[in-house]
């Protein structure tokens, strides 16, 4: 079968061996795959993520000297069957799943092994249990959007909302644009989105953000601060020594870019007291002045992926129309054009989410 393959830090088309379904396990035809920032990163960043693996107990590093298939925001296709699986779905049944395979040794990833593949690949096995059917008769290229808004859903849920913040979104990338649908669903208004692509703002304030800001223009804390405002009664209710602070209400800071440098710019520009989700992957080493934290009492908490519960959620968010996932895509390829558009989303002007087809 065809695959777009990571080989020697590039993407290249290549064949590869036919997978084989084993115990409790399903071989899928890929319909549909986003191309996520992390894959970016991966092909970018490769060794560093492999050095930082040793972190990881349990995680096996990906082995650079040889094929990796990237791929892990999907929508596939039932073909068959692996031994001692309960055939839950017929074949033909269009099918999403967390990105993992279970296995004797226990849960490895989908996407950054060179054992599991991913499905920039024409077929892939999955494990039957983390199977859900796609409902609705939904697109196979919308349904590909359930990891990656699930990435949004898990961060506003790690932000322990208590319904009084104003949020302030840092990125309008697809992550951001999924923290923004996440806030919406939510009710937490108002949502303060910054990017300086005219395009992703735009998009932004498609997916609920409420204020659009262009950090080129205008500073997106001041900004902030301008629609976080105390009534006057909240005011009137503060304890004697916070009336000295501003009258602003709590900040809950989304940074979703993962630059170096970038967190230091929010712990700059944040009020006091501001809760911070590290949505946004940085790959680099990066540095931050924890006298800033500490003068601030900064809240700083880094999120990874999500449940099974939010990936399902998100499944069902994107299927009944909850969210606007259409309007994240911005082209398809084949496995020919993977190479060229790993290039191309490089321009935030031109595209937020390319979608592979392997089957073109």
């Known amino acids: 079968m065809r695959a777009a393959i990571f080989r020697n830090g590039e993407i290249v088309v290549d064949e590869m061996p036919e997978p084989t379904p084993g115990p409790g396990q399903v071989l899928v ?14 092909r970018k960043h490769a060794h560093r993520m492999v050095d930082l693996a040793k972190f ?10 040889r094929d990796v298939v990237f791929g892990h925001e999907f929508c596939c296709e039932i073909l068959d069957y692996g031994p001692g699986a309960q055939r839950k779905f017929k074949p033909g049944t269009h099918v999403c799943s967390l990105p993992a395979l279970i296995t004797p040794a226990g849960i490895q990833a989908i996407g950054y092994s060179n054992e599991n593949i991913g499905a920039y690949a024409e077929r892939m096995v999955l494990s039957e249990p983390l199977l859900l059917e796609v409902p609705n008769g939904l697109k196979p290229e919308h349904a590909a959007l359930t990891e990656p808004l699930a990435v949004g859903i898990h961060a506003v849920e790690k932000a322990n909302i208590r319904g009084d913040e104003v949020p302030l979104v840092i990125g309008c990338g697809p992550v951001g644009l999924a923290v923004i649908a996440a806030l919406k669903i939510k009710g937490l208004h108002p949502i303060v989105a910054a990017d300086y692509s005219p395009a992703r703002r735009a998009l932004a304030a498609k997916m609920g953000a409420d204020i659009v800001v262009d950090p080129a223009r205008s500073q997106p804390y001041a900004t902030w ?42 712990f700059e520009g944040a ?25 601030k009492e900064l809240n700083v908490q880094y999120v990874l992926a999500y449940t099974p519960e939010e990936f399902a959620y998100s499944l069902r968010l994107i299927a009944e129309g909850k969210v606007d996932a259409a309007s994240m895509v911005t082209a398809s390829v084949g496995i020919d054009g993977v190479a060229k558009a790993f290039a191309d989303l490089a ?14």
């Not at 321009?347 to 073109?360: D, F, G, L, M, S």
């Open 29 to 42: 035809k890929s319909l549909a795959c986003g191309i996520c920032g992390s894959d970016l990163h991966a």
């Open 56 to 65: 990881l107990p349990g995680r096996k590093p990906m082995d650079l000297s």
């Open 225 to 266: 601060a301008e629609h976080a405002q105390m009534s006057p009664e909240q005011k009137a209710a503060r304890p004697p020594l916070q009336a000295m602070l501003p009258a602003l209400k709590p900040a809950l800071i989304f940074e979703c870019v993962g630059i170096p440098g970038l967190l230091q710019q929010v």
């Open 271 to 295: 009020p006091r007291d501001a809760r911070i989700v590290v949505v946004g992957v940085c790959m680099e080493t990066d540095r931050s002045e924890p006298f800033l934290g500490i003068v």
């Open 347 to 360: 321009n935030p002007e031109a595209h937020t989410k390319i979608i592979v087809e392997p089957w073109r």
